[in-house]
Nanobody, 123 residues
Framework: QVQLVESGGGLVQAGGSLRLSCAAS????????VGWFRQAPGKEREFVAA????????YYADSVKGRFTFSRDNAKNTVYVQMNSLKPEDTAVYYC????????????????WGQGTQVTVSS
């Protein structure tokens, strides 16, 4: 079983940047797809992006494409998402999650979740 811990959230002005981290313990990310989701107050949890640890592939929701980018640190067993040109509508709690299947965007298809990190973008 894998445990996930997100960090890196905070308050930033529109146009600013943040880098979120998702660290795994209990096992490595090998074989996993690492997904990022977000949930704003009163809204459903939505897909943001996903990263294949083994293949290095990634895909993004249209709303963040070109602004968010994945990176990784093998030694730390950590996935990062660099978020640039942030907008007020990016404000949400961001979660990382994993599953063993590539290409999924439904939160229900992800097996393990972190506790979330708050991102607030002021206008």
């Amino acid at each position: 079983q894998v445990q996930l811990v997100e960090s890196g959230g905070g308050l930033v002005q529109a146009g600013g940047s943040l880098r979120l981290s998702c660290a795994a313990s209990g096992r490595t990310f090998t074989g996993y797809t690492v997904g990022w989701f977000r949930q704003a107050p009163g809204k459903e949890r939505e897909f943001v992006a996903a990263f294949s640890w083994s293949g290095g592939n990634s895909y993004y929701a249209d709303s963040v494409k070109g602004r968010f980018t994945f990176s990784r640190d093998n030694a730390k067993n950590t996935v990062y998402v660099q978020m640039n040109s942030l907008k007020p509508e990016d404000t949400a709690v961001y979660y990382c999650a994993v599953n063993m299947v590539w290409g999924l965007r439904n939160p229900g298809d992800y097996n393990y979740w972190g506790q979330g990190t708050q991102v607030t973008v002021s206008s």
